[in-house]
Structure formats: C-alpha cells, structure tokens
C-alpha cells in the first residue's frame, strides 16, 4: 500500500485500486449448511462471508482441504494480485476479512482501514527473497550498493522490509541503493525478460523466478523478516452480532487446513498446480514455504511485529507509524496450533 500521511490521502491514492479490483471479487466454494450445526455457528446459517485472499492462496487450501464443507453458512472469496486492493475492498465493506502479510497489514492500519488483527499465520521467512539474475555480478547484500532493487508489489510490502533489514544487516542504509515498485505479474515479465536484474519479492513469483533462473542472495530467515503475517477481519464484520460467531468458525477452519497441508504436502502441492497452473517445482517450493500454522496474536507476535513497524517508520515508509497491540482482537478465541 503506498505511504500516506492521513487517512484521506490513502483514499485518494487507493481508489483507483479499489475500483478496478472491486470487480475481481469472485463467489466461490459455497457452503450450505448440512442441517447439523447447532450453537452459535448454527444462528450463523443466513449470513454470507466474504473472506479476502491474494492469488487464490486461501481459497486453493480450503478446497484442497475441504475445510468449509458443512460450514453452517456460505462462503465467497475475494481474490486480488495484492494486499493494496484487498484493504481497500475491507474498506468499502466488499471483504469481511483480509490475508496479508505483516508490513501490508501495518500499511494498512496506517492509513485508516477499520481493520482489525484476529489471528496471526507463521513461517519460517524463506517465502520471502532478493533474487538476481543468474549472469549478474551481485553475489551479496553489501554488493547491492548503488544498484537499483526493484520491489514487489508497492511501496511497504514485505519484501521491502525484507530489503531494509539486510541492508541495514550489512552495515548500508536504505538510500543506498534505488527502489522501483511493480505488481509482481508486470516485474515477473520484465526479470524474465532480462529488464530487471535484482527483485524483491514473495511467494509463488519468488519460486518462479528462481525456476526461471533467477538466484537468490538473500531470503527472510534467521529474523530477517518476522515471519508473522495476519488474518484479519473488519471492524463492521466483528461488530455484527449474526456474522461474529461465522468469523470465529471460519479463523478456525483457516487452522484446520493448514494442518491438513502440513500433513498431506503432496496433495497440497497437487491442488496448487491445479488451481494456480504452477510446475511441480513451483508449487513443491510453494508448499514448503508458505503459512505453516495459524497462532493467536498473542504478545510474542505483536512485539515481533512492532519491530517491522518501527524500522519501516524509521525509513519514512510507514507514516504514521502504527502500535500494534492496539490493532489486535482477540475475542475470536483462535486456539494454539498443536
């Protein structure tokens, strides 16, 4: 999301964004309910949720896994390139939840998204890399000075947090090297066009990249990102008595599938390739490094996190800053992954 310093102006630079990306919303996977469910889900049965996803990374889990079959209300999925759309559809009130990493979800919180964090997801940080072309003369972090990195998907992503902590790492600043932003599909066709020789990226354009080539001279491990990001849910949403209990049903589905991936990686990886058009390579490397397990926003995390916030803002790309603790919702009770 880009950086703004009101919560007016976020509007304005978003909307074009939204308006465009409104139009992507998909319904998929909907569910009935199976006449079953009792308790709080069950008074749930008339609501619709909209859960928000990027590159259909939640909506391949849950179908792969099942995790919505029964669910005692319907579902519909919100699909975007990014994480800048999907808060701007939260905002208009077109996604009941959000899926995003820790820095776009912190840009997010900066420019007024009546957002809140209801459940943390956790990785180990490799999904998340600086990636050089395989002929070029940059072998480190420190040999980036002078360069220009290009970042994907805009300005506060999390490969750009990524970008600034290596470099502080290896004792440079962030103005020393030149910063360009593109959507990954555009910077994915420039770097295997040859047009770009350094990326930072995430994800499945990150596999792709090095399937194609590419070679990564860093990656978020040992720290260098935090390896939280966020499931998160509107504030009308968690306001709304009837969708509530839905929200909570639905997080802990959310958990319930990524262990399912955890314990079936190859069929994990199958519907990937399905869903995704991804290669085998790509969509085993996808497996391996995306969200592992969904854990409570618990103290731990908002520390963590708080970190990433205060170096962004350090380096004037996340303003205001935000305090994360404060943007926190625990009342959906997410339980501790096993």
């Not at 008074?43 to 590159?55: F, K, P």
């Not at 300005?155 to 959507?183: F, M, P, R, T």
Request: net charge positive; proline share 4%; charged share 20%.
């Amino acid at each position: 999301m880009t950086r703004v310093r009101t919560r007016t102006r976020t509007r304005t630079l978003v909307v074009a964004l939204a308006l465009s990306a409104l139009a992507l919303v998909t319904a998929g996977c909907g569910t009935e309910s199976d006449g079953t469910a009792s308790g709080p889900a069950a008074a749930a049965s008339d609501v619709t949720l909209t859960l928000g996803d990027q590159a259909k990374n939640l909506q391949t889990l849950a179908n792969a896994s099942g995790a919505f079959k029964g669910a005692p209300y319907q579902v519909k999925w919100a699909e975007f390139e990014g994480a800048a759309p999907l808060f701007q559809a939260a905002q208009a009130g077109a996604a009941d939840t959000t899926y995003a990493a820790d820095l776009p979800t912190l840009q997010a919180l900066s420019g007024g998204v009546p957002i809140k964090a209801v459940a943390a997801l956790r990785n180990d940080g490799t999904a998340v890399g600086i990636v050089v072309r395989k002929n070029s003369k940059i072998r480190t972090v420190a040999d980036l000075k002078g360069q220009t990195v290009v970042v994907s998907s805009a300005k506060g992503s999390i490969s750009e947090y990524l970008l600034a902590n290596a470099l502080q790492q290896a004792g440079l600043s962030y103005s020393d090297v030149k910063v360009k932003y593109l959507l990954p599909t555009d910077a994915q066709a420039a770097f295997g066009a040859g047009k770009i020789d350094t990326w930072a990226i995430f994800g499945v354009y990150k596999a792709v990249a090095t399937q194609q080539g590419g070679r990564e001279i860093v990656n978020g491990e040992d720290g260098l990102v935090s390896g939280y990001g966020f499931i998160g849910a509107s504030e009308k949403a968690l306001a709304d008595r009837a969708k509530k209990p839905a929200l909570a049903d639905a997080v802990k589905r959310l958990g319930t599938a990524l262990e399912w991936a955890r314990n079936h990686p190859d069929a994990y990886a199958a519907a990937i390739r399905k869903n995704n058009g991804a290669s085998a390579e790509v969509a085993k490397t996808i497996v391996n490094q995306s969200y592992g397990e969904l854990v409570p926003v618990t103290p731990e995390v908002t520390r963590a996190v708080q970190k990433v916030a205060d170096t962004m803002h350090g380096i004037k790309v996340l303003d205001p800053n935000v305090k994360v603790a404060d943007s926190v919702d625990t009342s959906l009770a997410v339980p501790a992954s096993p």
